[in-house]
């Protein structure tokens, strides 16, 4: 079975920053595309930023570029979202999302981490 584990949201004022990270484990066989998802009460969820497998190249939703920094460590399969002047709202609940293969056999699907909240004080 595969895991996602989110760790490192809290409560923060505006301005301030947060690191959050994910780490995937159980029978992995290889790590694609990986992302940060989140969703705030009443909306849809929505896309933070995606890197690529080798994390050569990665994007971002508007709303974040300039401010947060995707970034992933393929011998440890983690996966982490530096988050700095953070605004009221970006209180969400962030979601890790990998595309995993189980074996050499498997197309590999999405995975979703439980979530962890995110909350910025004005």
């Known amino acids: 079975q595969v895991q996602l584990v989110e760790s490192g949201g809290g409560l923060v004022q505006a301005g301030g920053s947060l690191r959050l990270s994910c780490v995937a484990s159980g029978s992995i066989f290889g790590i694609a595309s990986m992302a940060w998802y989140r969703q705030a009460p009443g909306k849809q969820r929505e896309l933070v930023a995606f890197i690529t497998s080798s994390g050569g190249r990665a994007n971002y939703g508007d709303s974040v570029k300039g401010r947060f920094t995707i970034s992933r460590d393929n011998a440890k399969n983690t996966l982490d979202l530096q988050m700095n002047s953070l605004k009221p709202e970006d209180t969400a609940v962030y979601y890790c999302?990998?595309?995993?293969?189980?074996?050499?056999?498997?197309?590999?699907?999405?995975?979703w981490g439980q979530g962890t909240q995110v909350t910025v004080s004005s």
């Open positions: 999302n990998a595309f995993i293969q189980i074996s050499k056999w498997d197309q590999g699907r999405d995975y």
